[in-house]
């Protein structure tokens, strides 16, 4: 196990794994496991995580008929141990907890990787922020894992709905909703890692504000804030306020999701990154998760496909200019999942999308 401590203003030689992270006053610990040779990122809990992971959410796998699909989904996480993925990313409303269990199961039987090797983060629905019912949806998370605890729990969204078994909705009915109270669901993820079934708590989708709300009487910071990011979405403010609380960020749709329900293919297909991607000989996936990890943002792309995940990690062995994130830092900049489900006039705690994101969007 080989640890560098690594600031913006060290110089290294190419080889070196993330060799600069280009934010002001930011230092990574950048810890390599040379069984998977993919670098991690130290969290404030101590715990590490990969710096890329395996997303496990996919649209097909809500199809009234998903068995074949979710056969399929197995093979892949296994694929992705053999490839080196040590991260997978869950949630009770994506439907692969179970399946995903049966994998890792059957990789720890055959040996493939150890328990204590692997990540696996989950999530607690909007359904479920009682403190009673975060511990029962914790529980059944772990039944469905076949694990005695994840790594890191996260609350999904900060929003809080009507007692019902997490579901992909596209549409959240009015009545659904009930006030928000976020500091009785921290309370309960603190319980939780009070507990031992969680290495890590945090939270996925929260503004600087809300963050700023959990801080003010978290007893245990959180550890890590999962947002959409992608050079699309850069979210300077929450990453410069995140760095300072030292609280870790995780990308989800770091390509801009071109195969997801609410995909983009304007990240992917812009014609910067396919640019830079032509003079490094690279896919466009690669220098966005490239550029990511660069920023000290661990991501957990989605693909069940061998060939793009095997792509996907080979991006330890080369690196960005400055000049690249100079022109990277000029791209528009527009969300692509929004989250207008979360507002209404009438029930929701936010009316308008300024109010779910505090302006920050």
């Not at 909703?177 to 603190?190: C, I, R, Y």
């Not at 032509?278 to 061998?306: D, I, M, Y």
């Amino acid at each position: 196990l080989t640890t560098l401590l690594i600031s913006p203003k060290q110089a290294s030689s190419p080889r070196s794994l993330l060799h600069h992270c280009h934010e002001v006053g930011s230092l990574l610990r950048v810890c390599v496991h040379m069984a998977s040779s993919v670098p991690t990122f130290e969290l404030n809990s101590g715990a590490r995580i990969p710096a890329i992971g395996f997303g496990t959410f996919s649209f097909s796998l809500m199809s009234e008929n998903p068995i074949h699909q979710l056969e399929q989904f197995k093979t892949a996480v296994i694929d992705a141990i053999t490839l080196g993925y040590r991260h997978f990313d869950t949630a009770p409303i994506y439907g692969t907890e179970a399946s995903l269990g049966e994998a890792l199961a059957e990789a720890f039987r055959n040996e493939l990787v150890t328990r204590q090797e692997i990540f696996v983060t989950s999530k607690l629905w909007c359904s479920d922020h009682e403190p009673v019912d975060a511990a029962r949806s914790l529980s059944d998370t772990l039944r469905d894992l076949r694990l005695d605890y994840v790594d890191l729990f996260l609350i999904h969204w900060p929003v809080k709905l009507k007692k019902c078994e997490p579901k992909f909705h596209i549409v959240i009915e009015e009545d659904e909703f009930l006030p928000l109270d976020l500091k009785s669901t921290w309370s309960a993820m603190e319980k939780a890692f009070e507990e031992g079934y969680t290495k890590s708590i945090g939270v996925s989708n929260f503004s600087t504000k809300k963050l700023g709300e959990i801080l003010s009487y978290a007893k245990i910071r959180p550890a890590v804030n999962q947002v959409e990011f992608h050079p699309g979405w850069q979210q300077k403010q929450l990453r410069d306020f995140c760095n300072k609380e030292h609280i870790h960020i995780t990308g989800w749709s770091p390509l801009g999701a071109p195969w997801m329900v609410w995909r983009s293919e304007s990240i992917i297909d812009n014609p910067v990154i396919k640019y830079i991607a032509k003079t490094h000989c690279r896919a466009p996936a690669q220098v966005l998760l490239r550029w990511a990890v660069e920023l000290g943002v661990s991501v957990v792309p989605k693909s069940f496909n061998k060939d793009r995940m095997k792509q996907n990690l080979e991006i330890f062995d080369w690196q960005l200019s400055e000049d690249e994130h100079e022109e990277m830092r000029k791209i528009k900049q527009e969300k692509i999942m929004k989250g207008e489900w979360a507002c209404n006039e009438s029930s929701s705690p936010y009316r308008t999308l300024e109010d779910l994101w505090d302006g920050e969007i």
